[in-house]
């Protein structure tokens, strides 16, 4: 199946500066979604983003789907970024054993400090 | 428009014993999908069901069942508890407005099940 790599595992910050995360997987897939774990353990919809780039306030991502990467940046961050951020994707060429499957990344631990 | 709930929150069971869970999706969702996510293993497919039938499902035991009602609402069960099903489950929705087409999933806040 379909294998979804994502980096760094962990990344410490200062309040303030600005990261990069990255997702990367190993076949083609038909839908990309970027999700922040809240710590009571909620996936908040961060990006569905199966290609191209959007913005959302001091987040942005990017999926290059035919180099089969995706990047999270956050700008300015604030210690309610902290948390867990998974990618989680559909393989596109899986079929029928697609119908309704994410696969997820192990996620990103994310901590910033005030 | 309401998010998806999933009830109960929080269980403690013990054993041997069984347990259900239960999902209620985004109104006008007709697709509902479950996962279990564990400290070792992350978050690991379970199944996937439209309109009330079974489309996929993951590689866990036969243990674990679900089942899809008329409304769209979705139910897990898992029989003869194990320690090891001690976990997160987590239920998500979709539109999938054609058949086999994949749409945005938006999920539950989740069944914290402790197994004793």
């Known amino acids: 199946g379909i294998q979804v790599e994502q980096s760094p595992p962990d990344l410490i910050l200062q309040e303030g500066a600005n990261s990069t995360l990255r997702c990367n997987f190993s076949d083609s897939v038909n839908n990309l979604q970027w999700f922040h774990q809240n710590p009571w353990g909620q996936l908040i919809n961060l990006f569905y983003?199966?290609?191209g780039t959007k913005q959302n306030g001091r987040l942005s991502a990017t999926t290059v789907a035919t180099e089969r990467y995706s990047l999270l940046y956050i700008s300015s961050s604030q210690t309610t970024d902290s948390g867990v951020y998974f990618c989680?994707?559909?393989?596109?060429?899986?079929?029928?054993?697609?119908?309704?499957?994410?696969?997820f990344g192990q996620g990103t631990i994310l901590t910033v400090h005030p | 428009k309401a998010g998806v709930t999933q009830t109960p929150r929080y269980l403690i069971k013990t054993r041997g014993q069984q347990v259900t869970l239960s999902c209620s999706p985004i109104s006008g969702h007709r697709s509902v999908s479950w996962y279990q996510q564990t400290p070792g293993q992350g978050l690991q497919f379970l199944f996937e069901y439209f309109s009330e039938t079974q489309r996929n499902k993951g590689n866990f035991p036969g243990r674990f069942s679900g089942r899809q009602f008329s409304n769209s609402r979705s139910e897990m069960n898992v029989s003869t508890l194990e320690l090891g099903d001690s976990a997160l489950y987590l239920c998500?929705?979709?539109?999938?407005?054609?058949?086999?087409?994949?749409?945005?999933?938006?999920f539950g806040p989740g069944t914290r099940l402790t197994v004793l």
């Open positions: 998500a929705s979709s539109l999938d407005l054609r058949r086999g087409a994949y749409n945005e999933q938006f």
């Open positions: 989680a994707v559909v393989d596109l060429n899986a079929g029928g054993t697609s119908y309704g499957k994410l696969t």
């Open positions: 983003i199966p290609s």
